[in-house]
């Protein structure tokens, strides 16, 4: 054998840097920290976990629970890398049914923070507290025998301050902290979860019966409402939950969760079979939003892929891609086949409309001020009360120049959506929501560029029930949307009053609107300029303010919104993108009519 006089280039890792290499591919954040935690006190069989957290998880973190308990001979080893209860052997990774089996959860927290751990079994007469500190066992004492177990994590990353320099704001923290506890009270709805956040309580799900009832503790009723069961099955595998009806589907992607035993994971064949599975129910630019839950024979999924166990494989992939598309199509193909149609809901030509719709045309709601005609304009008789109840498109002070009426010819209205009117030589059909939409947007725009959004108080405030991060996000950005005339007040931990509205856009649908509202807010962070951030706050508000489809808009009305439509340059799209007219020019007709080209 030769031997060399100096050493080689392979050196074998001291221990304290092979455990702070496994702590970021884990402990990316607070958030993961808590995620950790919580899933070992779920596998040891805790009915009650409660999370409370000091400065985002960079100042505290502690998680109780009421488990089994570890005894003393067992809880300095858990702190040992790879040291798990859950396998026995490598046969066992194939089968895993546990949250946690890897073993690297407490050694990597512990090797990047400071730790202190009490736990106690059922037959102790004393507990057990350790002390450590950067991975090091520092102290073993004498506890009171709960049965359970508390871990204290302070100090995080306290020996890693490059780690902490890529850490987002608190608040930012926090949220991740929230969605962490969020999911597993998704996944456990029979266990009751509850966070708090500077000794403030920010979440509080007691025990339930049902994953249905679970989100709506999460997501409110307002979520249920607009949901619809998801149920399918083959051998081996079984799709349950919830999905946003597609009538309802939003830009945003929130929320879009996935369970696969228990698990929240990514997976892109899933998602895109939810996709598939909305296939053209779905708008162009909107999302899918679901809440699922795969339930699948444990040796048909691998989830020892990543080293937070946020992504599986399938070993049959395209099965259950089509198991899951097939439960939603079917899901929605029953939300679109069953209608209820009240006898009063008929119109005089025979076409259905929802109750709702009915309703509106027996009630019309109030939109603003009266209608203010052009001289020289006609109001038939009797028109004249109806028509200051269903005006909509008149303001105070236009800051435009009003279009000669006589370009505008109102020629009546297509299934109570669409607008058929002249403009000039052309005949032009106009969507009654976009057109107004743009209207609304295009003066809530130039208010907010002289900085003159007014607002009009609410003669009885409207009160919202958000989940408590929701309530909190509004909070935080308050005072930028008072400047936007909007009046929002937190009352208690989970609820809004809506206060004032910005002058000009009449009555909302606050519950509808918030919910629009927070998806904007959540972007906020990312906009790159103010402007940014508002334009989509104000598209939200004109569609919200904005006339619906189905209802019914008489003559004079009609001529008033395309005459405000044509004045603001006939714009062919609302703020989201989707078309406000069809025109057909005079010489477009002569050719359909054959009066040229002969």
Same mark, same amino acid.
């Given at each position: 054998?030769?031997?060399?006089? !100096?050493?080689?280039?392979?050196?074998?890792?001291?221990?304290?840097?092979?455990?702070?290499?496994?702590?970021?591919?884990?402990?990316?954040?607070?958030?993961?920290?808590?995620?950790?935690?919580? @899933?070992? &006190?779920?596998?040891?069989?805790?009915?009650?976990?409660?999370?409370?957290?000091?400065?985002?998880?960079?100042?505290?973190?502690?998680?109780?629970? +009421?488990?089994?308990?570890?005894?003393?001979?067992?809880?300095?080893?858990?702190?040992?890398?790879?040291?798990?209860?859950?396998?026995?052997? +490598?046969?066992?990774?194939?089968?895993?049914?546990?949250?946690?089996?890897?073993?690297?959860?407490?050694?990597?927290?512990?090797?990047?923070?400071?730790?202190?751990?009490?736990?106690?079994?059922?037959?102790?007469?004393?507990?057990?507290?350790?002390?450590?500190?950067?991975?090091?066992?520092? #102290?073993?004492?004498?506890?009171?025998?709960?049965?359970?177990?508390?871990?204290?994590?302070?100090?995080? !990353?306290?020996?890693?301050?490059?780690?902490?320099?890529?850490?987002? &704001?608190?608040?930012?923290?926090?949220?991740?902290?929230?969605?962490?506890?969020?999911?597993?009270?998704?996944?456990?709805?029979?266990?009751? !979860?509850?966070?708090?956040?500077?000794?403030?309580?920010?979440?509080?799900?007691?025990?339930?019966?049902?994953? @249905?009832?679970?989100?709506?503790?999460?997501?409110?009723?307002?979520?249920? +409402?607009?949901?619809?069961?998801?149920?399918?099955? #083959?051998?081996?595998?079984?799709?349950?939950?919830?999905?946003?009806?597609?009538?309802?589907?939003?830009?945003?992607?929130?929320?879009?969760?996935?369970?696969?035993?228990?698990?929240?994971?990514?997976?892109?064949?899933?998602?895109?079979?939810?996709?598939?599975?909305?296939?053209?129910?779905?708008?162009?630019?909107? #999302?899918?939003?679901?809440?699922? !839950? *795969?339930?699948?024979?444990?040796?048909?999924? +691998?989830?020892?892929?990543?080293?937070?166990?946020?992504?599986?494989?399938?070993?049959?992939?395209? =099965?259950?891609?089509? *198991?899951?598309?097939?439960?939603?199509?079917?899901?929605?193909?029953?939300?679109?086949?069953?209608?209820?149609?009240?006898?009063?809901?008929?119109? %005089?030509?025979?076409?259905?409309?929802?109750?709702?719709? &009915?309703?509106?045309?027996?009630?019309?709601?109030?939109?603003?001020?009266?209608?203010?005609?052009?001289?020289? &304009?006609?109001?038939?008789?009797?028109?004249?009360?109806?028509?200051?109840?269903?005006?909509?498109?008149?303001?105070?002070?236009?800051?435009?120049?009003?279009?000669?009426?006589?370009?505008?010819?109102?020629?009546? #209205?297509?299934?109570?959506?669409?607008?058929?009117?002249?403009?000039?030589?052309? *005949?032009?059909?106009?969507?009654?929501?976009?057109?107004?939409?743009?209207?609304?947007?295009?003066?809530?725009?130039?208010?907010?560029?002289?900085?003159?959004?007014?607002?009009?108080?609410?003669?009885?405030?409207?009160?919202?029930?958000?989940?408590?991060?929701?309530?909190?996000?509004?909070?935080?950005?308050?005072?930028?949307?008072?400047?936007?005339?909007?009046?929002?007040?937190?009352?208690?931990? =989970?609820?809004?009053?809506?206060?004032?509205?910005?002058?000009?856009?009449?009555?909302?649908?606050?519950?509808?609107?918030?919910?629009?509202?927070?998806?904007?807010?959540?972007?906020?962070?990312?906009?790159?300029?103010? %402007?940014?951030?508002?334009?989509?706050?104000?598209?939200?508000?004109?569609?919200?303010?904005?006339?619906?489809?189905?209802?019914?808009?008489?003559?004079? %009305?009609?001529?008033?919104?395309?005459?405000?439509?044509?004045? %603001?340059?006939?714009?062919?799209?609302?703020?989201?993108?989707?078309?406000?007219?069809?025109?057909?020019?005079?010489?477009?007709?002569?050719?359909?009519?054959?009066?040229?080209?002969?």
């Amino acid at each position: 054998m030769v031997t060399t006089g !100096f050493s080689g280039k392979i050196q074998i890792l001291p221990g304290d840097v092979i455990s702070r290499i496994a702590a970021g591919e884990v402990i990316e954040r607070p958030a993961a920290v808590v995620k950790e935690l919580i @899933e070992n &006190s779920l596998d040891a069989g805790s009915r009650t976990i409660t999370v409370d957290v000091k400065d985002g998880g960079l100042g505290m973190i502690r998680v109780t629970d +009421d488990g089994e308990g570890m005894t003393r001979t067992d809880a300095p080893q858990a702190f040992g890398r790879h040291a798990t209860s859950k396998l026995r052997s +490598d046969r066992d990774l194939w089968s895993i049914r546990t949250m946690g089996f890897r073993g690297e959860a407490l050694p990597s927290i512990a090797s990047v923070s400071k730790v202190q751990l009490v736990t106690a079994t059922k037959g102790d007469a004393i507990g057990t507290e350790l002390q450590l500190a950067g991975g090091q066992l520092q #102290q073993v004492l004498d506890a009171p025998p709960v049965v359970g177990t508390r871990i204290e994590v302070t100090e995080l !990353f306290y020996n890693q301050p490059a780690r902490k320099k890529f850490l987002k &704001s608190m608040p930012t923290e926090s949220s991740h902290i929230t969605h962490v506890v969020q999911q597993a009270a998704l996944a456990w709805p029979s266990v009751h !979860f509850k966070l708090t956040s500077n000794a403030q309580e920010v979440l509080n799900y007691p025990a339930v019966s049902t994953a @249905e009832d679970r989100i709506g503790q999460i997501y409110r009723q307002m979520f249920l +409402d607009r949901a619809v069961a998801v149920q399918g099955e #083959q051998p081996g595998a079984a799709i349950s939950g919830m999905i946003i009806d597609a009538n309802h589907a939003k830009a945003s992607r929130t929320p879009q969760e996935l369970f696969v035993n228990r698990r929240p994971v990514r997976n892109a064949a899933i998602l895109h079979a939810v996709a598939e599975g909305y296939g053209s129910f779905l708008a162009k630019g909107h #999302q899918p939003q679901f809440v699922l !839950f *795969l339930e699948i024979d444990s040796d048909s999924v +691998d989830v020892n892929v990543h080293p937070a166990k946020r992504e599986i494989r399938f070993a049959a992939n395209e =099965a259950i891609h089509q *198991l899951v598309r097939r439960a939603v199509r079917q899901a929605l193909g029953r939300r679109e086949s069953v209608v209820q149609v009240p006898q009063d809901s008929v119109s %005089e030509g025979g076409a259905v409309l929802p109750a709702s719709v &009915s309703s509106w045309t027996q009630t019309p709601p109030v939109f603003g001020g009266p209608v203010v005609l052009p001289a020289g &304009s006609d109001r038939p008789a009797g028109e004249a009360r109806q028509a200051e109840q269903l005006a909509f498109v008149s303001e105070a002070a236009e800051s435009y120049v009003r279009v000669p009426s006589s370009e505008v010819v109102a020629l009546g #209205q297509l299934n109570r959506t669409y607008l058929v009117v002249q403009i000039g030589g052309a *005949l032009t059909i106009i969507d009654q929501h976009t057109v107004h939409e743009r209207v609304l947007f295009e003066r809530l725009y130039r208010a907010w560029q002289a900085r003159g959004m007014a607002a009009q108080p609410l003669l009885i405030p409207e009160s919202v029930e958000l989940t408590a991060p929701q309530a909190a996000l509004l909070q935080r950005y308050q005072g930028d949307l008072e400047k936007l005339g909007l009046g929002l007040e937190p009352f208690g931990t =989970a609820t809004v009053l809506v206060r004032s509205v910005p002058l000009g856009i009449g009555k909302v649908d606050a519950g509808g609107f918030l919910q629009d509202l927070l998806d904007d807010l959540s972007q906020w962070d990312r906009a790159s300029s103010l %402007e940014d951030r508002v334009r989509p706050v104000l598209a939200s508000l004109a569609c919200h303010g904005a006339v619906r489809a189905g209802r019914v808009m008489e003559l004079p %009305e009609i001529k008033h919104l395309a005459a405000d439509w044509l004045a %603001e340059g006939k714009i062919q799209t609302c703020p989201h993108g989707r078309r406000t007219a069809y025109h057909l020019g005079i010489e477009e007709l002569e050719k359909i009519f054959g009066r040229v080209g002969w």
